[in-house]
């Protein structure tokens, strides 16, 4: 509920205070006296979009402050509690214009952005005019419409899960089919080429080892021939055999030699040690050396192989492991792709079934929702003196998407018989505004919370009609608080607060007011709307008969 409105400096007002009441509250004033203002200045304050220049001539800002009570659960106190912002049984919202245009929030004394405003003022206030091309006059927000008739969120809710479901499931199928397209494309390459190397089976350092044993092969092949003389000469044919005989000798002339021999055959014996050593080395290196022909020339098949088959698929030797590694499994999503998007297209499919059906059964409740609002309406339009009038929602088939498959058009036929068309193109003016009461009486029931104001909503109505109009306006505030600005005394006469608007000139500046009526002051007030410009005794007892009801 809107408690009270502070405006200071704000166009034509220089100073308002204004205290609400529950239930039905009426502005009244002649036109161009500023009705439309007080609306502006609680749009600003809200973060409504406006007018650009509401600071009020010589004044250095212009600064709103509107104090709402809020219930508990009140839609409100999520909003704010999600923001990080005080959260407390009364809300006070204020805004300030400076005169260079910028604008600043506050929500509970508490900096906050015009988009937090914009939400928590959603929670708050809906405002409603007689060219409501922006709501109810729109189709695309029909189905919105009759949704929050319907109440059923949790249908909603579902049928948007479904949809999400499904679209991801879509889009991974999607993907899967373009990998495995592209993969297809290549699948001959993949295949040869990865038998080629798996044939091959190349390991990771294997071409430098190759290359070291072929460098080894050819050298050995080189030398073996010279040390297999010296290999010769140092065995018993040669040096060894020759120093066995002189050592043979010398052993047998020692004894009369009178120890002349015995360094020599010492040092003989030395050097026979060393050459055997030599000899086994030597030995040990050719042995070393000995290699089949065949081993050089697979080696070098080995190592050209590996040579080759880098250069093919421009890579280093010892990346071909690798490759091969890749390739084959590039081969095994290959031939796992199919059965991949087999199993997907099953859960795509599956998918599909669960959005059909959780859609299925929103266009079922959307139905029964719709006769629902066409019973309602009918009872709402009697009063309006419409009953010769047909509401009534259509429902059609559209395209599918996160809030189902249907497409929803409130649709009147203005007298039997006649075809059915929308709202703003088959009902006249005054007609149009009572249809757009009726709808908003019935899709306001259970938004309690909410604070309606109608700008202007019996505009081209009179008599009996805009009686009614009034009638319909109180019953809607036994449930909500209802602001209505209205040139009608019919409806004036229905509200539980009243407030006159009017202009005056004070040293050469005009400014706007507005003070709340006392019984006798709203008597005038409602002779005033009655009469014009001169009040006579008849249009105050016509007045009194109206507040009389």
């Known amino acids: 509920m809107l408690r009270t409105l ?42 409504w979009r406006g007018r650009a220049e509401l600071v009020r001539q010589g004044a250095t800002q212009g600064e709103v402050v509107a104090v709402f009570d809020l219930p508990p659960g009140h839609a409100a106190r999520a909003v704010l509690g999600g923001a990080g912002l005080p959260v407390s049984d009364e809300l006070i919202l204020r805004r300030v214009n400076a005169t260079d245009g910028r604008k600043t929030a506050f929500i509970n004394d508490r900096r906050a952005s015009g988009e937090v405003l914009r939400a928590v003022s959603q929670t708050l206030v809906e405002l409603h005019g007689q060219q409501d091309d922006g709501g109810l006059l729109n189709a695309r927000g029909h189905r919105a419409a009759l949704d929050a008739f319907a109440g059923h969120d949790d249908l909603l809710f579902a049928t948007r899960a479904a949809w999400g479901a499904r679209a991801a499931l879509a889009k991974r199928l999607g993907e899967a089919r373009a990998a495995l397209a592209a993969v297809q494309a290549e699948e001959d390459f993949l295949r040869h080429a990865g038998a080629e190397l798996e044939k091959l ?108 088959a880098a250069r093919k698929h421009a890579v280093q030797p010892d990346d071909l492991a690798g490759l091969a590694e890749t390739l084959a499994a590039r081969l095994a999503a290959l031939d796992a792709g199919e059965a991949g998007i087999a199993r997907l297209e099953a859960e795509l499919s599956a998918a599909e079934a669960r959005y059909g059906a959780a859609a299925e059964a929103l266009s079922t409740a959307r139905a029964a929702a719709a006769g629902r609002l066409d019973v309602a309406m009918a009872a709402e339009l009697a009063p309006l003196k419409l009953e010769r009038a047909v509401f009534s ?34 009902a006249s003016g005054g007609e149009l505004s009572r249809f757009l009461l009726a709808l908003k009486v019935v899709l306001a029931r259970g938004a309690d919370a909410l604070v309606l104001i109608f700008d202007e909503i019996d505009r081209g109505v009179g008599g009996a009609t805009a009686d009614a109009v009034g009638r319909r306006l109180a019953k809607l505030s036994e449930g909500a608080q209802v602001l209505v600005v209205t040139h009608s005394p019919q409806v004036a006469a229905r509200g539980a607060t009243h407030f006159r608007v009017a202009k005056s000139v004070a040293d050469g500046m005009t400014t706007s007011r507005v003070e709340p009526l006392a019984p006798a002051a709203r008597v005038d007030e409602i002779a005033r709307m009655i009469a014009g410009a001169e009040v006579t005794d008849a249009a105050r007892a016509a007045a009194e008969a109206l507040l009389a009801g």
């Open 201 to 308: 089976s190349p390991r990771a350092g294997e071409e430098a080892e190759l290359d070291s044993r072929r460098r080894q092969m050819q050298a050995a092949e080189k030398i073996r021939a010279d040390v297999a003389r010296a290999a010769q000469m140092l065995g018993p044919e040669g040096a060894e055999g020759a120093m066995r005989d002189a050592d043979r000798w010398l052993s047998g002339a020692a004894d009369r030699a009178e120890g002349a021999l015995d360094a020599p055959l010492a040092a003989l014996e030395r050097a026979l040690i060393e050459l055997g050593e030599a000899a086994s080395g030597v030995e040990a290196a050719l042995d070393a050396m000995s290699f089949d022909p065949r081993a050089l020339e697979a080696c070098e098949e080995r190592l050209f192989a590996l040579r080759a």
């Open 393 to 426: 929602t259509r429902i059609d088939p559209g395209e599918a998407g996160p809030e189902g498959c249907d497409t929803v058009a409130f649709t009147v036929a203005t007298n039997p018989g006649a075809p059915a068309g929308p709202l703003d193109k088959i």
């Open 6 to 47: 502070d405006i200071r400096d704000m166009l034509l007002i220089d100073r308002l205070e204004l205290d609400f009441g529950a239930g039905l509250n009426v502005l009244t004033g002649e036109t161009g006296a500023g009705k439309s203002i007080l609306l502006d200045c609680l749009g600003f304050v809200l973060g």
